[in-house]
């Protein structure tokens, strides 16, 4: 027994001494709670909106400072006609637009009701539905309010209409979200494994000592998976349009372009990955963990980024797929062209040639 305790204590020695292992079993948890509970709400905040006021009068007045005063919705800008809403949702920013009909007053107090009508993006259709129930309750409470004590009631009825997908099917926000999610955990997944397994080998060296350059080596161990990965870009959208119905409006060529781009940052991410690893274990631990979590919580594919605290919001800026999914929305569901898209695409580019000059750099300060 005192041998056990004495091998017992010696595990729990080098466990507290290795500070990866330490990381794992109490950092992880830690990080994982924090991020699932910062995340995960089903609550509105922040939703932009627009609105469309034909009648200006007190009541519609009143009703807009209700419906900002909730703290749900955010009021970003005022249109002048009809026109304009394809516009506005088309450059993301804002999600839901309201119309008041002319003579808005005079129909709400003389007739028996007065209409508004309430236009979302869709491309997200589960929080499409929350916007229009809690704006629909809103107004349903403004009804209460002015018809207490009324024998007759005056009624404000709202009406919806839906851009994008107005059969709000769910895989439309899917496939854009998958096809980023697989994109990147695939392909930064496979090229950091490729040159970790050439330290395992012990191949490595004659690498670095053969007249291939640091970026001709990395271009090389990049090049076949980029291939290979635009094939499984393929597989995905058409998929996605065969078999789910989702739908490519914009450029066909653009899209497949800004895949590209996107695929090139993500296997330049799993290069840097393997050139910081000395293991094929580790590059796919890192690729894995510190990539699965982040793309699936932190990109907007399933969580909105405005309910999200200011810190998780800045730090899903460095968040790849973030940028990609929204090109991705803009071109398939929205058929925008790049002018709408071009910030996104040169974050990608930014990012993807910071990530190709540390790769390089790690090889260089290697071979010297």
Do not use: C
Request: hydrophobic content about 50%; overall charge positive.
């Amino acid at each position: 027994m005192k041998r056990f305790i004495g091998f017992l204590k010696k595990e729990f020695y080098h466990i507290f001494r290795d500070k990866r292992s330490m990381l794992i079993l109490f950092g992880m948890p830690v990080v994982q709670l924090l991020l699932f509970g910062f995340v995960i709400t089903n609550e509105l905040k922040d939703v932009k909106m627009a609105v469309l006021d034909h009648s200006k009068d007190e009541y519609t007045s009143e009703i807009i400072n209700k419906i900002v005063s909730s703290g749900y919705f955010k009021l970003v800008e005022n249109l002048d006609n009809i026109s304009q809403v394809d516009e506005t949702f088309r450059k993301g920013k804002t999600k839901l637009v309201l119309v008041f009909e002319p003579d808005f007053r005079k129909k709400l107090v003389k007739g028996p009701h007065a209409s508004v009508q309430i236009l979302t993006d869709a491309s997200d259709p589960n929080i499409a539905n929350m916007e229009v129930s809690y704006l629909q309750g809103i107004l349903q409470n403004y009804n209460v309010e002015i018809n207490r004590g009324k024998q007759v009631t005056n009624q404000i009825i709202p009406k919806t209409r839906m851009y994008f997908n107005s059969k709000l099917e769910s895989v439309y926000m899917f496939v854009p979200g998958i096809m980023a999610t697989i994109l990147m955990l695939v392909s930064a997944m496979m090229t950091s494994i490729s040159i970790a397994r050439e330290k395992e080998m012990g191949t490595m060296e004659i690498l670095l000592v053969s007249p291939l350059r640091p970026l001709q080596i990395i271009l090389g161990k990049v090049t076949p998976y980029l291939i290979l990965s635009f094939i499984n870009t393929l597989v995905i959208i058409g998929m996605g349009y065969f078999v789910f119905g989702v739908p490519v409006l914009g450029s066909f060529v653009l899209l497949m372009a800004e895949s590209v781009l996107f695929i090139l940052l993500a296997l330049s991410l799993g290069i840097f990955i393997s050139t910081i690893s000395n293991s094929q274990q580790v590059a796919m631990m890192l690729s894995m963990f510190a990539l699965m979590l982040p793309t699936i919580l932190l990109s907007g594919f399933i969580f909105p980024l405005r309910n999200m605290p200011l810190p998780l919001q800045i730090f899903s800026n460095i968040i790849p797929p973030r940028w990609f999914i929204i090109i991705i929305k803009n071109i398939m569901l929205k058929g925008t062209g790049f002018e709408f898209i071009w910030k996104e695409t040169l974050i990608l580019i930014g990012m993807t040639a910071g990530l190709i000059g540390l790769s390089v750099r790690k090889f260089k300060i290697r071979l010297e």
